[in-house]
Nanobody, 120 residues
């Protein structure tokens, strides 16, 4: 079965950095969209950084210039480099992949999530 496996979360102090990794069980290149989302208790899951099929990157305004999406095609892995972290970045971070299904349908895949906690 298709899986997305995240890693790299943890506890970090304010202004610190973390790098999250996600390794899909298939090649990332055919995905319609792949990227990172985050969620805190009681809030909806929100987009953080994504790449669509044409390679264009999209970032949430709150992370622009602090977070960087990247991919390693050889390792079949995507990354989220998070710099200058602040407590508002505390959340469970999820890897997401969207692939084309039959007809107009799509297949949506989520990783299990990795906790990021930013605290003094």
């Amino acid at each position: 079965q298709v899986q997305l496996v995240e890693s790299g979360g943890g506890l970090v102090q304010p202004v610190g950095s973390l790098r999250l990794s996600c390794q899909p069980s298939f090649n990332v290149l055919p995905f319609l969209l792949i990227g990172w989302y985050r969620q805190t208790p009681g809030r909806e899951r929100a987009m953080v950084a994504t790449m669509d099929l044409d390679g264009s990157l999209n970032y949430a305004a709150s992370v622009k210039d602090r977070f960087t999406f990247s991919r390693d095609n050889v390792k079949n892995t995507i990354y989220l480099q998070m710099n200058n972290l602040n407590p508002e970045d505390t959340a469970v971070y999820y890897c997401r992949a969207l692939s084309r299904g039959k007809g107009w349908s799509t297949n949506n895949y989520w990783g299990q999530g990795t906790q990021v906690t930013v605290s003094s």
